[in-house]
T-cell receptor, first 111, second 113 residues
Framework: QKEVEQNSGPLSVPEGAIASLNCTYS??????FFWYRQYSGKSPELIMF????GDKEDGRFTAQLNKASQYVSLLIRDSQPSDSATYLC???????????FGKGTMLLVSP | KAGVTQTPRYLIKTRGQQVTLSCSPI?????VSWYQQTPGQGLQFLFE???????NKGNFPGRFSGRQFSNSRSEMNVSTLELGDSALYLC????????????FGPGTRLTVL
């Protein structure tokens, strides 16, 4: 059974701070890792994907992957109130095109 | 490029009825995946269609079915609706290659009374 675990939160950070969102996965065959952002009442929107161990940066966002520890994280620098949303971690296993999602972490950024 | 479209956006049905939801993927994408999202269970995979064939299936009862047409548009059908089928139904479009990014449509909000 493939599982993706996230802390449900809410994670509360002040505006301008770094928000750190974490995700662990159970299947060692996992090869592709995605972070989606979902605003209340809306559909998930892709933020980043990462395939290789290490860090990947895109603007204020950094995804970090550690396959040995089966851990993937998302850092949001200079957090803004508009970043307040639920962040979903998703994993694809090698040989499959389907995604397994965590239940998401709610992030609240206060002005 | 136009994004993923889903129709209708909202539906209200009663128990025992059936419903058909539609999804048009991004042009050039051949894979359509369907997900059910509820507050308690999160996003759960229903099935994936690729080139008109169901390629993967999640753990949902046979009341949930789907199909894909030659233009990659997909439909999902739920028969004999139950109260617990109330959810946001999302479709996601991708090229269908292993681990490729999936792009979500706006979803269909189904309410079963």
């Amino acid at each position: 059974q493939k599982e993706v675990e996230q802390n449900s939160g809410p994670l509360s950070v002040p505006e301008g701070a770094i928000a750190s969102l974490n995700c662990t996965y159970s299947d060692r065959g996992s090869q592709s890792f995605f972070w989606y952002r979902q605003y209340s009442g809306k559909s998930p929107e892709l933020i980043m994907f990462i395939y290789s161990n290490g860090d990947k940066e895109d603007g204020r966002f950094t995804a970090q992957l550690n396959k040995a520890s089966q851990y993937v994280s998302l850092l949001i620098r200079d957090s803004q109130p508009s970043d307040s949303a639920t962040y979903l971690c998703a994993v694809a296993v090698s040989g499959y095109s389907t995604l397994t999602f965590g239940k998401g972490t709610m992030l609240l950024v206060s002005p | 490029k136009a994004g993923v479209t889903q129709t209708p956006r909202y539906l209200i049905k009663t128990r025992g009825q059936q419903v058909t939801l539609s999804c048009s993927p991004i042009s050039g994408h051949r894979s359509v995946s369907w997900y059910q999202q509820t507050p308690g269970q999160g996003l759960q995979f229903l099935f994936e269609y690729f080139s008109e064939t169901q390629r993967n299936k999640g753990n949902f009862p046979g009341r949930f079915s789907g199909r894909q047409f030659s233009n990659s548009r997909s439909e999902m059908n739920v028969s004999t609706l139950e109260l617990g089928d109330s959810a946001l139904y999302l479709c996601a479009s991708s090229s269908g290659q292993d681990g490729d990014t999936q792009y979500f449509g706006p979803g269909t909000r189904l309410t079963v009374l």
